[in-house]
């Protein structure tokens, strides 16, 4: 069977078509390339934006930077000595970028000694992206953190 160039065109055009088409479902169909929002409500968080860059400049203002550090038990996060425990309301979102199920939220009211305790039970191996947000004597804060677990 002879096969002219107008036919080799036609096979040729439909085999790439299904090249495409194959990597297409495999991608649309594999949890590996499944990423989820960092929120549900997008376009309301960004209204709040301009509030969440003052309250990161307060935090920049602060003496002391807020420090958060890994050890056994989990993430240790310290506020400096100029914020009171007693005067802080806030909470630490935790969210896992490849995993909105695993996003949870840690609240600023047992803290000791200017200290509170991320649980390491919480966390799986890979990156997290941590939010400390709290207001003190009616003034708002926001530390924004990439972490590696």
Do not use: C
């Amino acid at each position: 069977m002879k096969i002219n160039w107008g036919t080799g065109i036609v096979l040729g055009m439909t085999g790439f078509i299904g090249f495409i088409m194959f990597f297409v479902v495999q991608m649309l169909g594999s949890k590996d390339f499944d990423h989820d929002l960092v929120t549900e409500d997008y376009y309301g968080a960004e209204l709040h934006y301009q509030q969440d860059i003052n309250a990161e400049e307060n935090a920049f203002g602060l003496s002391e930077k807020v420090k958060v550090e890994r050890s056994d038990n989990g993430w240790l996060i310290t506020f400096p000595k100029e914020v009171k425990a007693e005067d802080i309301v806030g909470k630490v979102t935790l969210y896992r970028p490849s995993d909105k199920k695993l996003d949870f939220t840690v609240s600023l009211t047992k803290m000791q000694a200017n200290q509170v305790l991320v649980q390491a039970d919480k966390l799986l191996a890979g990156r997290w992206n941590m939010n400390i947000a709290w207001t003190s004597n009616n003034k708002d804060y926001l530390v924004r953190k990439e972490l590696s677990w």
